[in-house]
């Protein structure tokens, strides 16, 4: 299969426990199925910054325990609103809008893979594993950024948010790319930087390494097969070899 050849595929569920095919490889690990924003890239914080920036255009200030969501999803909506209550009458949601997003993207032009990733994905293909993404976000939101950092290609799989009916911790997004890998949850390891991703990940079947973006505390990520606090703290390799 060709570099994301799979990903505008219809949603297929993954395989199962008992599926004949795959039942012998059950405890190789042949794949690496990745988060995307906060792991592979840090746009939770250009996100962040965004909408705090644009707060302070209104004379406000925006608190970290206010923004992230417990769930996958987009939330953008729901954060205007909150936006308008606090601004009142005056607040013009195009202008708050146009504004913000000219903002982020100054900030995501000079975002790359966040640290250690970029020798994760050279040591994955080194070792013959198949690399996919599976993310809440859109997968217009997935190529444009992955083909930035120059990456795109790397990826078997693409599975997005826009394309599944529920958000992690729902394992949909993961069933997703497990099929379009035909692979069961088994062969895979998901990487993940909040609880509800390491959860979705455990529910399709998958071991998991957390690896908390910035935002996320290291305790809230415990029930990750292993956490790092970065991709630079150990090679791909290393951490696969620590997995129960």
């Given amino acids: 299969m060709t570099a994301c050849a799979g990903y505008a595929h219809a949603p297929v569920r993954a395989l199962r426990e008992n599926d004949p095919v795959h039942a012998a490889q059950a405890d190789a690990v042949q794949a690496i199925v990745f ?9 939770e ?17 925006l608190a970290v325990a206010d923004f992230f969501a417990d769930h996958g ?3 953008t909506e729901d954060r205007y609103a909150m ?17 913000r997003v000219a903002y982020r993207e100054k900030l995501h032009a000079e975002l790359d893979l966040a640290d250690g990733l970029r020798g994760w994905l050279d040591e994955a293909a080194s070792l013959g594993l198949r690399l996919a993404v599976a993310s809440s976000s859109p997968l217009e939101w997935l190529t444009v950024h992955l083909g930035r950092a120059g990456v795109l290609g790397t990826f078997e799989v693409l ?5 599944v009916g529920r958000h992690k911790p729902a394992p949909d997004v993961y ?3 497990l099929g379009r890998l035909s692979l069961r949850g088994a062969a895979a390891v998901a990487v993940e930087d909040t609880a509800h991703g390491v959860a979705a990940a455990h529910a399709a079947g998958m071991r998991c390494i957390a690896i908390p973006n910035p935002f996320v505390a290291l305790e809230r990520v415990r029930h990750a097969d292993l956490v790092l606090s970065s991709a630079s703290q150990l090679g791909l390799a290393d951490a696969l070899s620590q997995l129960s």
């Fill in 35 to 43: 988060d995307f924003d906060g792991l592979l890239m840090d746009t």
């Fill in 45 to 61: 914080s250009t996100s962040f910054l965004s909408w705090q920036y644009e707060w302070s255009q209104w004379g406000l200030t």
């Fill in 73 to 75: 999803g987009d939330v």
């Fill in 83 to 99: 936006l308008a209550a606090a601004v009142g009458p005056r607040f013009d949601r195009a202008l708050s809008h146009r504004r």
């Fill in 159 to 163: 599975a997005g948010g826009d394309e």
């Fill in 175 to 177: 069933e997703l790319a």
